[in-house]
């Protein structure tokens, strides 16, 4: 869970909204002048706009989700729409044992206005597929031939079921399948199509951080990104790439260290989201393209303390807030609409991490006894916008490819260790011949997420009441100190997320993480545990190594594998709900997933939004809000410009003395306030004169 990103979701597609046209008075457009500005107010730092790798935050997901399209969305309802899919058919031959599907694109452009077309598809799948990456939503591709092959090593990527002719996208699959379930699995993000001259090689992992190296298919795209590097906090980092220099030559050593170096923190003090101008567009028809787009741009503002954020909401700067700070919860609990955001909180245990010389993890019931310890309905409480978890798959996802059955409803009772008793656990580890007093471990957490840290803190206290020594290790962001091939440099404009690298490197004893789910099949969250399907890179270090990677946790059950492959094997949809809850209970006896919380959206409605579809009618999740978040207006732009005017000349004293807290700039330190009105690249913009039409 993040502190406010959300809020960007909805009010980025207010403006998304607002384009189809108000009748209020709009502000005459010049070159510099290109449509209305809207500012939010967050605290939480986004680093990463890979859409394949948006499933470890919730917050990341809703912002990815605005600046990449997919080929089918679900919409407030539950239903499978087309959105980059213009149409798709399907075609089988049983007596040639040819199975074929056939999707077409719809006219749209990418942010740079090139064309999205099949090869674009085609690579982002590949790309998921690669058995030299680690990818653990590759399985929902494993129907399409070959793809499963080539995620083990076994064929070439030119082997895969999949073909490009402009367009045109063609998938041959192994056999007959159930083509809606497939379907619905292409509404994943991560399943998005992304440009193969952007994004590069398997090791070019920098390309979604700044705006020079990324191009968008959704309605918004990334303009600008500020950073700060004034925290006097420092992390440690394995993964950085040495340089010298050789005769005047720069030569980088891009081997993995042993020993780490400290690096000082660099925050995201802001960034800017611009309309994709040529989002469904054609700019040689539409010379007026830019100036037709309301509002414009976004600036969305990373470092406003809670309070500045109240009484921004309050005094109707704000017009909606979305994943609401900790501390104002208690606030606004009462006027909040909640609902589910198809996202578990959980921590993953890590069975191969020595803990003073042991695997302490590796043993069953020191799983179990740690999730025994945990006081689930408190932290729930806490953080006010949030369920018990009774099970891994959250809230809202499908118990077969319908929204009509869903997983949660279906599923019968509790597990036994997702209830706090203390004395029970001390009794497990006693029957485990493990002394918690002789172990020392600690839970990695990600520095920006105020959620996390709450959350790990009442871990913690819990898990040292059972008698072991335990601490919260937080994990920031440094100014990037990677190689980066394509630039042959080591670009330090962008961040690199030491959390992240830790996860996806298995650096961790303890991790606490979102769990989102790639779709709302819950086989897409059970199935990365199973052996065949963690999507986890083989290490390809050694000569000719095609062994199978469990999953991060290190998590390897016959049992389970056997039972996945059998799910996978089941074509007929309805027919795999047994299964899928067993698989579910056998994760909650082995634990090695702990889960905490379901995940909760909440968000905020000020009366200066006006609503035009009746929103909250989606009574199932909001993981597919942005089909009902489209209808959407400032009721009065001209009245909120000037309430942002006020907010931001009352708070200018204040913040001047420490302009990083708001600002995002030490050069506003040496402006007066009529200076400043002119040189803020993101403020001046609230105070020219406006006149309308």
């Known amino acids: 869970?993040?502190?406010?990103?959300?809020?960007?979701?909805?009010?980025?597609?207010?403006?998304?909204?607002?384009?189809?046209?108000?009748?209020?008075?709009?502000?005459?457009?010049?070159?510099?002048d290109k449509g209305e500005q809207i500012i939010m107010y967050l605290s939480e730092n986004v680093y990463d706009l890979d859409p394949t790798r948006a499933y470890v935050n919730e917050a990341t997901r809703s912002v990815v989700s605005l600046l990449f399209d997919t080929l089918f969305v679900l919409d407030e309802k539950g239903k499978v729409q087309n959105s980059l899919a213009k149409e798709y058919s399907v075609k089988e031959d049983p007596n040639a044992d040819e199975y074929y599907m056939y999707i077409e694109l719809a006219d749209t452009n990418w942010s740079d206005n090139t064309p999205v077309?099949?090869?674009?598809?085609?690579?982002?799948?590949?790309?998921?597929?690669?058995?030299?990456?680690?990818?653990?939503?590759?399985?929902?591709?494993?129907?399409?031939?070959?793809?499963?092959?080539?995620?083990?090593g076994e064929v070439s990527k030119d082997d895969i079921g999949l073909t490009a002719d402009g367009k045109t996208v063609t998938i041959q699959f192994e056999k007959p399948i159930d083509y809606d379930q497939f379907i619905l699995n292409l509404t994943s993000l991560a399943l998005a199509p992304l440009r193969e001259d952007k994004v590069g090689g398997s090791k070019s992992d920098d390309w979604a951080k700044k705006p020079g190296t990324m191009v968008t298919s959704g309605p918004f795209k990334l303009s600008r990104i500020s950073f700060t590097n004034k925290s006097g906090t420092r992390y440690d980092d394995f993964n950085y790439t040495e340089s010298t220099k050789v005769g005047g030559e720069t030569i980088y050593d891009t081997s993995v260290k042993t020993e780490s170096q400290r690096f000082r923190e660099q925050l995201v003090t802001n960034f800017v989201l611009e309309r994709n101008a040529y989002y469904?567009?054609?700019?040689?028809?539409?010379?007026?393209?830019?100036?037709?787009?309301?509002?414009?741009?976004i600036i969305v503002d990373c470092s406003m303390s809670d309070e500045d954020i109240k009484e921004a909401y309050d005094n109707g700067t704000i017009l909606y807030m979305n994943d609401i700070p900790v501390s104002l919860r208690d606030d606004y609990k009462d006027q909040a609409i909640v609902k589910d955001s198809l996202s578990t909180s959980v921590c993953y245990f890590n069975q191969n991490a020595e803990i003073d010389g042991e695997k302490l993890f590796a043993i069953k019931e020191v799983r179990q006894a740690l999730s025994m310890a945990i006081d689930r309905n408190a932290i729930k409480e806490a953080l006010v916008f949030a369920e018990v978890a009774d099970g891994l798959v959250a809230p809202g996802m499908f118990d077969t490819n319908s929204h009509?059955?869903?997983?949660?409803?279906?599923?019968?009772?509790?597990?036994?260790?997702?209830?706090?008793?203390?004395?029970?656990?001390?009794?497990?580890?006693?029957?485990a011949g493990v002394d918690a007093s002789d172990y020392s471990f600690e839970l990695t957490v990600t520095a920006y997420d105020e959620s996390h840290k709450?959350?790990?803190?009442?871990?913690?206290?819990?898990?040292?009441?059972?008698?072991?020594?335990?601490?919260?290790?937080?994990?920031?962001?440094?100014?990037?100190n990677d190689y980066y091939k394509p630039t042959d440099s080591i670009p330090t404009d962008i961040c690199d997320d030491l959390y992240a690298e830790d996860l996806r490197d298995g650096k961790f004893e303890v991790i606490l993480l979102d769990l989102v789910a790639p779709s709302v099949d819950p086989f897409s969250v059970l199935a990365p545990f199973a052996l065949q399907f963690s999507g986890s890179g083989m290490d390809m270090s050694v000569a000719d190594n095609y062994e199978l990677t469990p999953h991060i946790t290190g998590y390897n059950s016959e049992e389970y594998n056997s039972l996945i492959e059998a799910i996978y094997n089941e074509k007929n949809t309805a027919n795999r709900s047994a299964n899928l809850h067993k698989a579910e209970e056998i994760l909650m006896e082995d634990m090695p997933v702990m889960p905490i919380v379901y995940n909760k959206t909440a968000y905020m409605i000020n009366d200066?939004?006006?609503?035009?579809?009746?929103?909250?009618?989606?009574?199932?999740?909001?993981?597919?809000?942005?089909?009902?978040?489209?209808?959407?207006?400032?009721?009065?732009?001209?009245?909120?410009?000037?309430k942002v005017a006020s907010f931001i000349e009352s708070k200018f004293d204040t913040y001047k003395e420490d302009p990083l807290s708001y600002f995002g700039s030490d050069s506003y330190s040496v402006l007066t306030f009529e200076e400043f009105k002119e040189e803020s690249s993101n403020y001046a913009y609230f105070f020219k004169p406006r006149a309308k039409k």
């Not at 469904?280 to 741009?297: A, H, I, Q």
């Not at 706090?420 to 009794?427: G, S």
């Open 1 to 32: 869970m993040s502190k406010r990103i959300i809020a960007l979701l909805v009010c980025l597609l207010i403006c998304f909204s607002a384009m189809a046209g108000c009748s209020r008075g709009k502000i005459p457009v010049t070159a510099e």
């Open 117 to 152: 077309t099949a090869d674009d598809v085609v690579f982002a799948w590949k790309r998921v597929l690669s058995f030299k990456d680690s990818y653990n939503t590759a399985a929902l591709l494993f129907d399409i031939k070959n793809a499963r092959a080539y995620n083990e």
């Open 280 to 297: 469904y567009r054609n700019s040689e028809k539409d010379k007026m393209l830019d100036v037709s787009v309301t509002p414009y741009r």
């Open 404 to 431: 009509k059955s869903l997983f949660r409803d279906v599923a019968s009772g509790s597990y036994k260790y997702l209830g706090k008793n203390i004395d029970e656990a001390k009794k497990l580890l006693k029957s």
């Open 454 to 480: 709450l959350i790990a803190e009442m871990i913690v206290d819990a898990w040292c009441e059972l008698g072991f020594d335990v601490e919260i290790k937080l994990r920031g962001t440094i100014a990037n």
């Open 608 to 642: 200066g939004l006006k609503l035009n579809n009746g929103i909250g009618g989606n009574k199932w999740t909001s993981y597919y809000g942005a089909e009902s978040l489209k209808k959407m207006t400032v009721k009065n732009f001209d009245d909120y410009v000037a």
